[in-house]
């Protein structure tokens, strides 16, 4: 009976031992290794997704700072608050520019605006020959800073008068300007 214990009873024991450690033990620990390596082959998919979004936000972070300028100016085509100071400066050295005197201007408060663009309305007064004056105008158009003309009159001239000076006309204009 000892031989039949050690070539009968004993390999069919082991036979059930190892199958029911392959069945409970490895099988599991097998089904959990194949959804470490999924989920190793899904990060590296995502990784590689990053990477790419990383390139491309460099990519545009650098046409940014290539562009960088062109935003500068945009601020001063809109700049952010009324800038009254440079706005005056500009105004009067267009004056100077094509021989007008710059006498005044009188800015009037609660101009139209949409939530993001704002108005500021002025009236500026300038003297000058006409032709001096047109210029003017030329020159407020091509203005970095957007300036819209709203009216123009002049004084200089009264009916019937027959000694006029063309070269001390009187320019009034109602102008707006617009910021942030």
Known sequence: MPNLFKYLILPIVLFIAVTAIIFWILLPLWGNVQAT?????????NLAQREKLAANLQRLIGQYNERAVDFASFDKVIPVGQNIPELLIG???LAYENNLIFSAVDFKPGGLGTSDIKTLAMEIKVMGSYPAFQNYLKAMEKSLRILDVIGVSFNGVAPGQTNVNLDKLE??????????
């Not at 390596?37 to 998919?45: A, P």
């Open 171 to 180: 320019f009034n204009l109602l102008v707006s300007a617009y910021y942030q």
């Open 37 to 45: 390596v999924g989920l190793k082959n899904t990060n590296k998919d």
């Open 91 to 93: 105004l009067e050295a």
